[in-house]
């Protein structure tokens, strides 16, 4: 009876199930193992497992039952089969005695297990990379304080200290000074203590022994009873941030760069100043022209440079009469207390007088000007000074174009002091330029282009010292990669006029070379602007014909014979053959 009960209850189990002997014959396999493996029990029962499966599988059975023979326990292997992740596990049958009679398998599908174990696991995976990627140092501790994991930033902050052995240490056996170590471990007994994240500033030695303030966070962790089992920290570092606000509350008033009152002293004067004793009140607003050019061809300190002088000007008209603000970047404001139109009308007309006879290098001292005056206290003084700014705006649109045309004429005159022969070569290469452009059936508008590139194409050389561009010996390695550096600074000098964008780029990659090996991009063929391979041809044909202070001019066939040798390696060859058919008639 018990034997059919047995039979029935292994029948019914829903897994493929089987009984083997110790030598892995058959004795028995459960229907469910009929229908996955088809095969019927009377058909394999008292067979060698090696009969019924392949060799390969029967070979790794024999094995695994070996193993549970020896082991007298259960045995669990698991083997991805045609896609799917399958669980193996035997049990020895012992006897009486304590021997085994036989052996049972059951196989498990847990594939669905694994894949969810997998998604588990990436989830881990990309929540530890983040955690990893943070710059701030986070780590967890349990109820004794004792560090359970912690993120790269704190691994890397004790290994610089030759401290390795962290996971299931607490600060006390980990941290250089006891005192403080001690107070991180009361501040933990206080987040799980009272169940309140804690947030407070201390001060730190860093591994370069340089004192840097850090700000920490930490945070109870509860568990489903509500019971707190540890604490997750964070720590930042906020020297930087700290020096900052020190350094904004210092400038809280004055300007650093000019000297002058700042936004936020405006918001105060105003305030002041929009009283009956103070009216009729003047208001002067005013944009300093060419900043953004000046920033972008000479650079931000000579910008800075421009800001201060204009700032000069200001304060020196003004005087006693009011007050100058730096209002933005380029933005400066004047509130005069007491004053018409007329007294606004004399300082505006000083300011520009003065901005003319000052005497600065590159650029003439321009501000686009703008005033009114509030005689009452109706309506919102913020609408008065949208009325001025609108004032400003139109006399800067009108000063704009002829700012730039200023600026870039001095910039070339700049270049020839720097270098006697440059209007000369520039000229040269500009007529050669374009006559090849004439024999490429160029449009007049891509001529117009063609010879204002060949007159700027040197315009960057203005930043380089003229002890460099003069040297009569070779330039040393270092010297040539600053002399190289002119290419991209013209590109900056003429990309800041908007109107000049196409000439900019050919500026930039003259010298380029049709294989590639040329500087600043490598670009090469058809890469590099067609101006500018002509440009490249012309300058280069110039420079060999003509002498420089570090080598003597060379023949025009030697400089025919020169440029066709590197035709198809530095030079665009059908422009060399164009450019020769033109010279040679």
């Not at 694994?114 to 990627?133: P, Y």
């Not at 900043?291 to 200001?314: C, M, Q, R, W, Y």
């Not at 117009?448 to 315009?459: C, G, K, R, S, V």
Request: hydrophobic fraction near 35%; charged fraction near 35%.
């Amino acid at each position: 009876m018990f034997q059919e009960i047995y039979k029935a209850f292994l029948e019914n189990i829903p897994w493929p199930t089987w009984i083997s002997s110790v030598d892995a014959k058959i004795l028995f396999i459960n229907k469910p193992y009929e229908a996955v493996y088809n095969m019927k029990l009377e058909e394999v029962q008292g067979k060698h497992f090696k009969e019924i499966v392949p060799e390969k599988i029967a070979e790794r059975y024999y094995n695994e039952l070996m193993q549970c023979i020896e082991s007298k326990e259960i045995c669990k292997n698991e083997a991805l089969v045609n896609g799917k992740y399958l669980e193996c596990t035997l049990f020895p049958i012992l006897n009486e005695k304590e021997k085994i009679d036989a052996v049972a398998g059951m196989i498990f599908d847990v594939t669905e297990q694994r894949r969810r174990e997998k998604e588990l696991k990436n989830g881990k995976d990309i929540l530890r990379t983040i955690i990893d990627s943070l710059p701030e140092v986070i780590f967890y501790k349990d109820k004794e304080s004792r560090f359970l994991g912690y993120n790269k930033a704190f691994e890397r902050y004790y290994n610089q200290r030759g401290i390795y052995d962290i996971k299931g240490r607490t600060d006390l056996e980990i941290y250089g000074d006891q005192e403080v170590a001690k107070q991180f471990i009361t501040l933990d007994k206080e987040v799980m203590e009272y169940k309140e994240s804690k947030r407070y500033e201390q001060k730190i030695i860093d591994g370069n022994g340089i004192m840097r303030i850090e700000e920490n966070i930490k945070v109870p962790v509860l568990g489903e009873d509500g019971e707190a089992w540890g604490v997750v920290g964070l720590s930042r570092d906020i020297t930087d941030k700290k020096a900052l606000d020190e350094k904004l509350k210092y400038i809280s008033e004055i300007d650093a760069l000019t000297g002058l009152y700042n936004r936020y002293s405006f918001e105060e004067k105003i305030n002041l100043y929009t009283r009956e004793e103070y009216l009729p009140l003047g208001m002067i607003m005013g944009d300093v022209n060419g900043l953004k050019l000046v920033n972008d061809t000479l650079g931000h300190l000579e910008g800075d440079e421009l800001l201060k002088s204009i700032a000069e000007v200001l304060k020196k008209v003004c005087k006693a009469k009011g007050h100058v603000f730096r209002w933005g970047g380029d933005e400066f404001f004047i509130l005069i207390p007491n004053c018409t139109e007329s007294m606004c009308e004399e300082m505006m007309t000083e300011i520009r007088e003065s901005c003319e006879n000052y005497e600065k290098q590159f650029i003439q001292l321009s501000i686009a000007l703008g005033e009114d005056v509030k005689y009452n206290l109706d309506g919102n003084i913020y609408d008065d000074i949208r009325c001025i700014e609108e004032k400003v705006y139109r006399q800067k649109l009108l000063d704009k174009k002829s700012m730039k045309s200023s600026v870039l004429h001095t910039m070339k005159k700049t270049l020839e002091e720097k270098n006697m022969e440059t209007r000369e070569h520039a000229d040269r290469v500009a007529n050669n330029a374009v006559s090849i452009g004439r024999a490429m059936g160029f449009k007049m508008s891509e001529l117009d282009e063609l010879e204002l590139t060949a007159e700027l194409h040197d315009i960057g050389k203005i930043t380089i010292a003229e002890e460099l561009l003069l040297k009569p010996s070779k330039l040393t390695e270092e010297e040539f990669e600053i002399l190289k550096t002119h290419a991209e600074k013209g590109y900056r000098i003429i990309h800041a006029c908007g109107e000049l964008i196409d000439v900019a780029k050919s500026v930039l990659t003259h010298h380029e070379r049709w294989d590639g090996s040329g500087y600043p991009l490598g670009l090469k063929e058809d890469e590099i602007p067609l101006m500018a391979r002509i440009i490249s041809i012309a300058d280069a044909y110039d420079v060999m014909t003509h002498d420089r202070v570090y080598k003597s001019a060379i023949s025009q066939e030697e400089a025919f014979e020169e440029l066709r040798r590197n035709a198809g390696t530095q030079f665009d060859p059908q422009i060399v053959e164009v450019f020769i058919e033109y010279l040679v008639q």
